[in-house]
């Protein structure tokens, strides 16, 4: 079993910055993806940005630029930092793994951006 646990959401005001963490525990030897979500009201899970199998990294055309994910392997911690923030990037952050082909979702953060 992996257990992921985000944190680091928050209120910020337009233009803003923050730093979401995904922590994770268990066995995730067989990593084959991680990546972050978000999600609205009434809308499905979209990706933000994530590790493919072969390491690339990809994100979604709305945070091209402002976005940047990471990891640290020795913390088993993936990170997102989020700058020039903008209202339309409130939502509930979620991190998703893919380990031996299984997937894994935490639990979410919500980030809130004020105009």
């Known amino acids: 079993q992996v257990q992921l646990v985000e944190s680091g959401g928050g209120l910020v005001q337009a233009g803003g910055s923050l730093r979401l963490s995904c922590a994770a525990s268990?066995?995730?030897?067989?990593?084959?993806?991680m990546g972050w979500y978000r999600q609205t009201p009434g809308n499905a899970r979209e990706l933000v940005a994530h590790?493919?199998?072969?390491?690339?990294?990809e994100y979604a055309d709305s945070v091209k630029g402002r976005f940047t994910i990471s990891r640290d392997n020795a913390k088993n911690t993936m990170y997102l930092q989020m700058n020039s923030l903008k209202p339309e990037d409130t939502a509930v952050y979620y991190c998703?793994?893919?380990?031996?082909?299984?997937?894994?979702w935490g639990r979410g953060t919500q980030v809130t951006v004020s105009s």
């Open positions: 268990g066995s995730i030897s067989g990593l084959n993806r």
């Open positions: 590790f493919t199998s072969d390491d690339i990294i």
């Open positions: 998703h793994f893919i380990v031996r082909y299984m997937n894994y």
